[in-house]
């Protein structure tokens, strides 16, 4: 998007010059010989890409570097570590003898020292001409919104793992049940939870913060989807994973509340009962799903 703004204005406010968009988008990593490169960049004074396009045109010798008269940044800041920007300079720039004219625009300069050393370059900021400067750049507009937390009831299923989780019976855990009368009377007295009630509690107490700070929507999808996850890794498996160390029984056990908190506590519109993203979370974006 910012390649073509930048085509875009430099074709308009310099007509007589052909301009020339070079990204991903336009197949690039295909064109595997010099003459399909020459034959692009034919009459061709002004090139707009990404760093990894030149790199790569660079790199398998289709563009040469000495050839290159001006070189622009823009983002420069971006230019560290391995970024194909900083790597032009390390691969290229400070490899040929006939170096180009390096030009660098940011406004988040955080190093200047760093990047001059990086650049061959001086790190300088417009003065003289400033306020008129100021009539042309879009300044950020701070807007201060205090969150002070939402007025919304738990949801359905909030609730309904929040009663399954503190009243959990450990007597009716199969892992309970298989111990011997004494070391059941031994634990049963302790404040210890068995597996399947630390993994409601683990489920309960991410859900319980997503509601916190997103609200019940987002909560009841994540519990629904949770649920329906596991139930069909125990369907599949007999276990969740062997960290757990959850026997098939225990496992089964857990299904059962994970059963309740899949199913749909409104009735959905769609016709697909089955579809994960149905009709229920629309208010959702697929980003947040």
């Not at 390649?3 to 301009?19: D, G, T």
Request: aromatic fraction near 10%; include cysteine.
């Amino acid at each position: 998007m910012l390649c073509s703004q930048h085509s875009e204005n430099f074709s308009r406010q310099l007509p007589a010059y052909q301009v020339r968009l070079l990204t991903g988008n336009d197949g690039v990593d295909r064109w595997s010989d010099r003459q399909t490169w020459d034959a692009a960049l034919l009459n061709i004074r002004i090139v707009i890409s990404t760093y990894s396009v030149l790199h790569q045109a660079l790199f398998n010798g289709f563009v040469r570097f000495d050839a290159l008269t001006l070189l622009i940044f823009d983002e420069v800041h971006n230019c560290v570590g391995d970024n194909p920007g900083a790597q032009l300079m390390r691969d290229f720039y400070w490899q040929t003898p006939q170096k180009p004219s390096i030009l660098g625009l940011s406004a988040s300069i955080t190093n200047p020292e760093d990047f001059e050393k990086r650049f061959g370059a001086r790190v300088i900021t417009p003065r003289k001409c400033r306020t008129e400067l100021l009539h042309h750049a879009n300044r950020p507009v701070l807007n201060y919104l205090r969150f002070d937390g939402h007025s919304q009831e738990p949801g359905a299923r909030l609730h309904t793992l929040k009663q399954m989780y503190l009243s959990y019976a450990r007597d009716l855990d199969p892992w309970v049940q298989s111990l011997d009368s004494d070391m059941k009377s031994e634990f049963l007295v302790s404040t210890k939870g068995t597996l399947c009630q630390r993994e409601l509690g683990a489920i309960y107490q991410k859900a319980n913060h997503i509601f916190e700070q997103l609200g019940s929507g987002v909560t009841e999808y994540f519990i629904e989807h949770t649920a329906r996850s596991m139930i069909k890794r125990i369907d599949v498996k007999g276990e969740l994973d062997f960290a757990t160390s959850m026997s098939k029984a225990e496992a089964t056990h857990l299904s059962q509340f994970l059963g309740v908190l899949a199913t749909s506590t409104r009735k959905r519109k769609c016709t697909e009962p089955e579809e994960d993203t149905c009709c229920e979370y629309a208010e959702l974006s697929p980003k947040v799903q």
